[in-house]
């Protein structure tokens, strides 16, 4: 637990900060919810400058140059996905831990006291 917390407690990067451990979070974060989900993840490869593509799709639906936004993103969005596949040896406690959450979500007590945390300020 205490690694969870030292984790939370790092600082966060500053918005343009190119720090590595940044984009490493990044990549792990639906690695991480494949396995919490138990399920593989697709996430597309967003191509550089992705608001200029953006805006290179509205420009192109607005002018008819495509039909429709669908068909400007086959011209000009990702291509292909990231896979992240569910990692039976991570599922596991991640299955348990949720089993553990649903039975304090069950518990009266436990769940109006939850909710009173939310009155402390």
């Known amino acids: 637990m205490a ?15 190119t720090d590595q451990r940044a984009c490493a979070e990044q990549r792990a974060s639906p690695a991480t919810h ?15 400058h992705v608001t200029a593509v953006s805006a290179a799709i509205h420009g192109a639906v607005a002018t008819c140059v495509v039909a429709d936004f669908a068909e ?3 011209w000009w969005s990702a291509k292909d996905c990231l896979h992240y596949r569910t990692r039976p040896e991570a599922t596991v406690p991640y ?7 649903r039975e304090l979500s069950q518990n009266t007590a436990v769940r109006i006291s939850v909710h009173r945390l939310n ?3």
């Open 3 to 17: 690694g969870l917390i030292e984790k939370l407690s790092e600082p966060k990067p500053r918005a343009g900060d």
């Open 34 to 48: 494949a396995d919490i989900l138990g399920w593989d993840i697709r996430v597309p490869r967003i191509p550089p």
């Open 72 to 74: 400007g993103s086959c």
């Open 95 to 101: 299955r348990t831990l949720y089993e553990q959450y």
């Open 119 to 121: 009155d402390v300020q």
